[in-house]
């Protein structure tokens, strides 16, 4: 605002003095008018009719591009209500779904189906879920839980030793960040080895793929402890799904994820692969 003051004041000044030092009287000529007066106000309204010429010329321009100004207004102000309402949603369903995994999570401690150091479901619990899973899809060709059984390996590297300090706090990260992106179709189970097991329920072999491709970009930001420090941990991943055409048992499912993980790392250590049950 005092920017603009002082240009007004300036430009006042300049219009002043070239007023003063073009005072003499002239004749202007204009189709039949005459009109007299002095050269600076004739030229002074000479510039004042240009400007306003040029602001009736691009008037129409000025006002379309103001209607379609509001009207972007309008629709950006009901797309960010529109957001603001699906984040509440998304927010809200967030809170049911991690109540609903801590609940099962509860459960499943009771019965002493989880393991201390991670709070996973044991490794013995593997094989139970995928003959269950795998049976469930040969019964039944209804619901979509049971179109298909998709098992992923995961191997994390760079995880603290069970007698480091951070260990624990470490291995609460690392499963508090995967589980916070697992599908409710998805169970965690422990391994040896700082081994991981995941078991999704009614993907197709496309969506799988691209869920193995979520998951793998977990850990991807390093892991920030209490004390400051940073751990980093490296996430290698290979899967294998089989469909309610495939005959193949858990031991057989569990093998071939295992053998898609190890050939993994011949595509780079952060490329995931997903094959299908039965195939070579």
Same mark, same amino acid.
Request: aromatic share 8%.
């Given at each position: 605002m005092?920017?603009?003051?002082?240009c007004?004041?300036?430009?006042?000044?300049?219009?002043?003095?070239?007023a003063?030092q073009?005072?003499?009287?002239?004749?202007?000529?204009?189709?039949?008018?005459?009109?007299?007066?002095?050269l600076?106000l004739i030229?002074?309204?000479?510039l004042?009719?240009?400007?306003?010429?040029?602001?009736l010329?691009?008037?129409?321009?000025?006002?379309?591009?103001?209607?379609?100004?509001?009207?972007?207004?309008?629709?950006?102000s009901?797309?960010?209500?529109e957001y603001q309402g699906?984040?509440q949603?998304?927010?809200?369903q967030?809170?049911?779904?991690?109540?609903m995994?801590?609940?099962?999570m509860?459960?499943?401690?009771?019965?002493?189906?989880?393991? !201390?150091?991670? &709070?996973?479901?044991?490794?013995?619990? +593997? %094989?139970?879920? #995928?003959?269950?899973?795998? $049976?469930?899809m *040969?019964?039944?060709s209804?619901?979509?839980?049971?179109?298909?059984t998709c098992?992923?390996?995961?191997?994390?590297?760079?995880?603290p030793?069970?007698?480091?300090?951070?260990?624990?706090?470490?291995?609460?990260m690392?499963?508090?960040?995967?589980?916070?992106q697992?599908s409710?179709?998805?169970?965690l189970?422990?391994?040896?080895?700082n081994r991981?097991?995941?078991?999704?329920?009614?993907m197709?072999?496309?969506?799988? !793929?691209?869920? &193995?491709?979520?998951?793998?970009?977990? +850990? %991807?930001?390093? #892991?920030q402890?209490?004390? $400051?420090?940073e *751990?980093?941990?490296?996430?290698?991943?290979?899967?294998?799904?089989?469909?309610?055409?495939?005959?193949?048992?858990?031991?057989?499912?569990l093998?071939?994820?295992?053998?898609?993980?190890?050939?993994?790392?011949?595509?780079?250590?952060s490329?995931?692969?997903?094959?299908?049950?039965?195939?070579?």
């Amino acid at each position: 605002m005092p920017i603009l003051v002082v240009c007004a004041l300036l430009i006042s000044l300049v219009a002043i003095l070239f007023a003063l030092q073009n005072s003499w009287g002239i004749t202007v000529s204009f189709l039949i008018w005459r009109f007299y007066g002095s050269l600076a106000l004739i030229l002074l309204l000479t510039l004042a009719f240009g400007v306003i010429i040029g602001l009736l010329v691009t008037a129409p321009t000025i006002i379309k591009r103001g209607w379609v100004s509001s009207r972007q207004k309008r629709q950006l102000s009901q797309l960010e209500e529109e957001y603001q309402g699906q984040a509440q949603d998304a927010s809200s369903q967030r809170k049911k779904l991690d109540l609903m995994q801590a609940t099962q999570m509860q459960l499943f401690t009771a019965l002493g189906l989880t393991e !201390t150091k991670t &709070g996973l479901l044991t490794y013995r619990s +593997l %094989d139970p879920v #995928l003959s269950y899973a795998l $049976g469930k899809m *040969v019964e039944t060709s209804e619901g979509s839980w049971y179109q298909s059984t998709c098992l992923f390996v995961i191997d994390l590297e760079g995880v603290p030793s069970s007698d480091a300090a951070n260990s624990s706090a470490v291995w609460l990260m690392i499963t508090r960040r995967l589980q916070h992106q697992l599908s409710p179709r998805s169970w965690l189970h422990s391994g040896e080895q700082n081994r991981l097991y995941c078991v999704t329920l009614g993907m197709t072999i496309e969506a799988a !793929t691209d869920y &193995g491709e979520f998951l793998s970009s977990t +850990l %991807d930001e390093p #892991l920030q402890l209490v004390d $400051g420090s940073e *751990v980093s941990v490296k996430l290698r991943m290979g899967g294998a799904i089989a469909r309610q055409n495939a005959s193949i048992t858990s031991q057989q499912l569990l093998t071939q994820a295992a053998q898609t993980l190890e050939r993994s790392s011949l595509w780079g250590r952060s490329r995931f692969r997903m094959v299908e049950a039965g195939t070579s």
